[in-house]
């Protein structure tokens, strides 16, 4: 499983927060949504977990359970081509943006059987995007060039797999918390989690 991840600075993460939270909020609320997310891949049943990083290790990093690899330079779809391309055999990428996705969402692809059932998984963003992509055979080449960031991302990558005829599994449509709307909507479906004690800490507005 690859967790892709930027580390959580002020000034650098959740910018679209503003202004419901100050940079520092902000980026205390990244910080809990990776630390949510790192917790569900270290839930899940896999037997390599891969931090694919752009920053340094700070102390939501759990001691064990995970390798920690620099991102590749270049647009998103680079880097996550390069980090699929480091890797062989099934391979599961998540981001740090949906702390909601706990291991029981993950289930159809992390199934005994789920690369029998199919040769990708995919997990769309309610924005247009994608949380989660998930290959049997890694090929790069199915990222590079998909124009990232907007709401037609997650459409054009999925049919990506669909033309290089691979069967695709679909997991649930998920929010990403990148506004302040969105971030409340996740707090609210995942009430226990790190990311909705953060979200409650950085104030009234926008709760």
Do not use: N
């Not at 002020?10 to 503003?18: D, E, S, Y």
């Not at 054009?156 to 679909?170: M, N, P, S, T, Y």
């Amino acid at each position: 499983m690859l967790v892709i991840a930027k580390e959580p600075v002020p000034g650098r993460v959740k910018t679209r927060l503003a202004p419901a939270c100050t940079a520092q909020e902000a980026a205390d609320v990244a910080a809990a949504a990776l630390a949510d997310t790192l917790d569900t891949a270290l839930a899940a049943p896999v037997r390599r977990r891969v931090l694919v990083l752009s920053g340094a290790p700070g102390p939501w990093l759990p001691e064990r359970g995970f390798e920690v690899v620099g991102q590749a330079p270049g647009g998103l779809d680079e880097r996550l081509a390069a980090a699929f391309a480091a890797c062989s055999g099934p391979t599961l990428l998540i981001g740090m943006d949906t702390p909601q996705a706990t291991p029981a969402v993950l289930g159809p692809a992390l199934a005994a059987d789920a690369w029998h059932r199919a040769d990708a998984w995919f997990g769309p963003a309610e924005d247009g995007g994608f949380w989660a992509l998930g290959m049997a055979e890694p090929d790069p080449r199915l990222l590079r060039g998909v124009p990232m960031s907007t709401d037609r991302t997650g459409a054009i990558q999925r049919e990506r797999l669909v033309r290089a005829g691979l069967r695709v599994g679909d997991l649930p449509a998920l929010v990403d918390a990148d506004t302040p709307e969105a971030a409340a909507r996740v707090a609210r479906a995942a009430p226990g989690s790190r990311f909705a004690a953060a979200w409650r800490r950085r104030g009234s507005a926008g709760a």
